[in-house]
């Protein structure tokens, strides 16, 4: 959407392609995608639908991504918003801009509508304390609670460094009432990760739960940056050698893994 500078997906991953992270995606699936496909069994027990998911969790761990694949996963459409960054585009017409947002989730729904950074609404610059941060939550809030408008269709995530940060009132029940930990990949996430970043490219020997021990503490985009650093010595390799592409090798990973260091602490 031109006006709104934001535009819209139609994701194709979905949760088969993210690696580990099972608890999670059991979360989501009960907590937005059942409420959303069966809401006559939600209402049989009095439960209201609605709501959203906060994670939190270091960067690069897959948050965006997750939430992402939660769109491919039903085959909604997918909106993300990285609210400091649109703070910026939007400036003196958040409010009115936000509700824009929310509308165009509502006319594409279903939508999975994805907010990152979502702590920034409370005002992480100095600019944006006091008032004008309070009513642009306030407005977020309304049209989270859907007070105008039914959000049908409309599955809220939002994503935070920083959970401490977010406002109080988001995480009162019926909003962000579930607030999970997006934790670094584990061993075997993240031989996981690995093999499914491979699925379609040419590859040999590779020893994945091998390379996962190697690959302590990298996130989920290290070891992206992991796979591609090894397709460009493969692609460098073949150019400058005239020789045909050559398969990616467990060893061409290995040396990868040596040459990029994790950027997660733990
Ligand atoms: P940020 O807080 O920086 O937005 P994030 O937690 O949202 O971080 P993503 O941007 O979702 O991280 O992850 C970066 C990339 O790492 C993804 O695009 C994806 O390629 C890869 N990745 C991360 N986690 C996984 C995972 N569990 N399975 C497969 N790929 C992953």
């Known amino acids: 959407d031109d006006e709104l500078g934001i535009e819209i997906e139609r994701p194709k991953i979905g949760f088969a392609d993210v690696g580990g992270m099972e608890a999670l995606k059991q979360e989501i699936r009960v907590k937005i995608i059942y409420p959303m496909e069966h809401p006559e069994v939600y209402e049989a027990y009095g439960k209201k639908v ?29 909106v993300s918003v990285g609210i400091d960054d649109v703070l910026d585009m ?10 824009q947002l929310f509308q165009h989730a509502r006319d594409n729904a279903p939508c999975v509508l994805f907010f990152d950074e979502v702590d920034a ?17 306030n407005q977020f809030l309304a049209e989270l609670d859907g007070a105008e408008h039914s959000n049908e269709g409309v599955l809220v995530l939002a994503a935070t460094n920083a959970p401490w940060h977010v406002d109080g009132a988001f995480r009162r029940p019926g909003r962000f009432d579930r607030v999970l930990f997006v934790p ?20 040999r ?58 950027t997660t602490q733990e």
């Open 121 to 137: 609404l409370g005002g992480r610059r100095s600019d944006m304390q006091s008032g004008a941060a309070r009513q642009l939550i």
């Open 90 to 99: 939007w400036m003196g017409q958040s409010e009115r801009k936000l509700h």
């Open 50 to 78: 609605g709501g959203g998911i906060l994670m939190y969790g270091p960067p690069g761990c897959g948050k965006t991504y997750l939430a992402r694949a939660t769109a491919g996963e039903i085959k909604a459409s997918f």
């Open 205 to 262: 020997d590779i020893d994945y739960a091998r390379l996962a021990k190697r690959a302590a503490k990298y996130s989920g985009a290290d070891l992206k940056a992991v796979l591609d650093l090894a397709i460009e010595a493969k692609l460098t390799e073949a150019i400058q050698s005239g020789a045909p592409p050559q398969p990616i090798l467990g060893r061409d990973l290995e040396r990868a893994i040596k040459q990029h260091k994790p």
């Open 184 to 203: 670094p990949p584990d061993e075997p996430a993240r031989a996981d990760i690995l093999r499914i970043q491979c699925a379609g490219k040419p590859t």
